[in-house]
């Protein structure tokens, strides 16, 4: 399976911004999907996953409350809504597939899209 990420964008603290992911190639409704970020000098961090129905998720603690993950099996897109952003959460965000169970480690995923810059500013 083939990712896209695209949505990131410069936004003032308190903002919002939406992220897709959109896949092609195999099943895509097969697939569990991820978030994860990196901001400079740190490691890759886990954000959100979403299982294979959209039925149960997963959020950091850093981001619960304030980030929703979904996904639209019929346009094979996953989304990450950002609510009262920080300049903490200003990293490159990557989404990520697997077709094993739900994981929060980046091994755990064998596809990646090539990520979105997400600026906050202060």
């Known amino acids: 399976v083939q990712l896209q990420a695209s949505g990131g964008g410069l936004v003032q603290a308190g903002g919002s911004l939406r992220l897709s992911c959109a896949a092609s190639?195999?099943?895509?409704?097969?697939?569990?999907v991820g978030w994860f970020r990196q901001a400079p000098g740190k490691e890759r961090e886990f954000v959100a996953a979403?299982?294979?129905?959209?039925?149960?998720?997963f959020y950091s603690d850093s981001v619960k409350g304030r980030f929703t993950i979904s996904r639209d099996n019929a346009k094979s897109t996953v989304y990450l809504q950002m609510n009262s952003l920080k300049p903490e959460d200003t990293a490159v965000y990557y989404c990520?597939?697997?077709?094993?169970?739900?994981?929060?480690?980046?091994?755990?995923?064998?596809?990646w899209g090539q990520g979105t810059l997400v600026t906050v500013s202060s």
């Open positions: 190639g195999r099943t895509f409704s097969s697939y569990v």
């Open positions: 990520a597939a697997t077709s094993s169970l739900y994981g929060s480690k980046t091994y755990q995923y064998g596809y």
């Open positions: 979403i299982s294979w129905t959209g039925s149960s998720t």
